[in-house]
């Protein structure tokens, strides 16, 4: 079964830094999602990755998807504490039909004023 | 963008009664629909796939006569968590599933906001 390794768990940064989470795949991704979740809450859709290097961004944050690495990174610049959450990337093992996702563990991010 | 909700939010029951969670697309149809279950910081766990008109398909470890699952509708699935008992206690969140329009990679996942079980 595929599985998501994210990096790092855990990431304390100050305000106004550039930080890039990443979440690497043991088999072919066929797409990626990323996405946001603040604890006891729902998960908040970022981005979503297509096959074949793409890379989109939001406002300050851009994602790639490096097909050959079977990985994808979340770059966020200047960060805010609005920012603050955990990020949680997801992948459908297959093309087409129902995407059912398997998440990585996520990633805690901490921005301090 | 796409909204999905989920209700109730929070729910408190006594171990033995049975719950139910709904989960609604409100401004699109979903044929599929997915249900998540998340432990105390922990990632998401896929619990089930929600069809709409037919069974659902249920994760491997999963009792389906415990959560059974209803897709009555294209935009409500509900989940009814049976005899609770207090290790159902979590977070449950369900995503409902789009049409994304492109060809490699045809849907989009939506997540509704989560309803937290707790079983006393």
């Known amino acids: 079964s595929q599985e998501l390794e994210q990096s790092p768990q855990s990431l304390i940064v100050q305000e106004g830094k550039n930080l890039t989470i990443n979440c690497t795949s043991s088999?072919?991704?066929?797409?990626l999602y990323w996405y946001k979740q603040k604890y006891g809450e729902g998960l908040i859709f970022l981005m979503m990755?297509?096959?074949?290097?793409e890379e989109k961004s939001h406002e300050k944050i851009t994602a790639k998807l490096d097909e050959k690495k079977q990985q994808s990174s979340l770059h966020i610049t200047a960060s805010q504490p609005s920012h603050a959450g955990i990020y949680l990337c997801g992948a459908a093992g297959s093309q087409g039909g129902s995407e059912k996702l398997v998440f990585g563990k996520g990633t805690k991010l901490t921005v301090n004023p | 963008g796409a909204v999905v909700s989920q209700h109730p939010s929070r729910v408190i029951c006594k171990s033995g009664t049975s719950v139910k969670i709904e989960c609604r697309s409100l401004?699109?149809?979903?044929?599929?629909m997915f249900w998540y279950r998340q432990f105390p910081k922990q990632s998401l766990m896929l619990m089930a796939t929600?069809?709409?008109?037919?069974?659902?398909?249920?994760e491997q470890g999963v009792e389906k006569d415990k959560f059974l699952i209803n897709h009555a509708s294209l935009t409500l699935s509900t989940l009814t968590v049976t005899s609770a008992h207090p290790e159902d206690s979590s977070f449950y969140i369900c995503?409902?599933?789009?049409?994304?329009?492109?060809?490699?990679?045809?849907?989009?996942?939506?997540f509704g906001p989560g309803t937290r079980l707790t079983v006393t």
């Open positions: 995503s409902a599933q789009r049409p994304s329009g492109r060809v490699l990679f045809g849907y989009e996942q939506y």
């Open positions: 401004d699109f149809q979903a044929t599929t």
């Open positions: 929600s069809n709409e008109g037919s069974k659902a398909t249920y």
């Open positions: 990755l297509q096959k074949g290097g």
């Open positions: 088999k072919t991704l066929y797409g």
